[in-house]
């Protein structure tokens, strides 16, 4: 499985964005699971894709996806969708 994060609004004034998966079980607290290279803002444009791969055997109940910014952005957005298409 991977999640795959689709920017839905153009980035603007910051220098880069580096994504990173995180999960928890229960109450407990966040780590990192998966993560992908920073990308430039000139890449962060309107149907640009971002792909982290799920390891297998990862043990959280719950996910989340976390955004570091390089830079003071003044614009975008992107959502994050768990993708289970296994090819068949």
Do not use: C
């Not at 999960?23 to 920073?38: E, L, V």
């Amino acid at each position: 499985m991977h999640v795959r994060v689709f920017v839905k609004e153009d980035f603007a004034g910051g220098t880069s964005m580096a994504f990173k998966l995180q999960g928890k079980k229960g109450n407990g607290g966040y780590a990192d699971i998966a993560s992908a290279a920073a990308v430039t803002t000139a890449n962060l444009k309107k149907g640009a894709e971002v792909v982290m791969e799920i390891p297998e055997g990862t043990d959280a109940d719950t996910l989340k996806v976390v955004g570091t910014a390089s830079g003071s952005f003044t614009g975008g957005k992107a959502e994050a969708w768990i993708d289970t298409n296994l090819g068949l």
